[in-house]
C-alpha cells in the first residue's frame, strides 16, 4: 500500500501531548494498513506505551534506545551517546530497506537538544529518506533547523500542570 508523499512533522513544545499524538498517528496509519516502526531516544522498554503496543497492536515495532534513569544535559554519559546513534542508525536502515512507510522518532529533538545528535546528521537523515516515508520528530526543544526542515510543526504550549500542585508523574498517564 504505502504513502504517495511522506511529509516530515515534527511535535514540540513543553506541554504534554507530543508522544501522544505521535503514538494516534501510529494508530491511525495501523487502521490503514501501513507498517509503523517507532524508535524511542532516551527511553527503555519500561514505559506503558511500549507495553501496549506490544499488547495491542504487535504489528507497530517499537524499539527503545537509552538507559535507566534520566540523562542531564550536562552529564550525558558515553552510553547515552552510543544509545542515540545505534537509534538513528537503526532508523535509517529501516527507512532504506523500504520495510517501513511510518517512522516516529520519539524524543529525538531532547536527544538533540541535550547534543547527543548532531542537528546536520539528522537533517541528512531526512533528506536521504525514501520521499514517500513519513517521518514524524517529537520532543521539547526542537532545533530551528529541523523546523524549518518539516512540514508540519505543532507546539504543546503548557497552560497548567499537575506538577505545579506537586503531583508527581503517574504511572499509566504520564509514563
Do not use: W
Not at 504487535?58 to 537509552?66: A, L, N, Q, S
Not at 531532547?110 to 517521518?135: M, S
Amino acid at each position: 500500500m504505502g504513502l504517495e508523499k511522506g511529509l516530515v512533522q515534527v511535535y514540540t513544545g513543553d506541554a504534554k501531548g507530543k508522544t501522544t499524538a505521535a503514538f494516534g498517528l501510529a494508530l491511525r496509519a495501523c487502521g490503514h494498513g501501513l507498517k509503523v516502526l517507532i524508535v524511542q531516544f532516551m527511553k527503555t522498554p519500561d514505559y506503558g506505551e511500549h507495553k501496549a503496543f506490544r499488547r495491542l497492536l504487535p504489528e507497530v515495532e517499537v524499539k527503545t534506545f537509552g538507559r535507566k534513569g534520566f540523562i542531564h544535559r550536562e552529564g550525558a554519559r558515553r552510553e547515552d551517546y552510543e544509545q542515540a546513534r545505534a537509534a538513528l542508525a537503526y532508523a535509517r536502515e529501516a527507512v532504506l530497506s523500504g520495510r517501513i512507510d511510518i517512522l516516529i522518532l520519539d524524543e529525538i529533538n531532547n536527544a538533540l537538544y541535550f547534543g547527543l545528535l548532531a542537528e546536520d546528521e539528522v537533517l541528512t537523515f531526512l533528506k536521504e529518506r525514501p520521499p514517500q516515508v513519513e517521518v514524524i520528530l517529537t520532543g521539547r526543544n526542537a532545533p530551528a533547523g529541523i523546523v524549518a526542515a518539516a512540514d508540519l510543526v505543532t507546539e504543546m504550549r503548557q497552560i497548567k500542570h499537575p506538577y505545579e500542585k506537586g503531583i508527581k508523574a503517574r504511572k499509566g498517564i504520564e509514563y
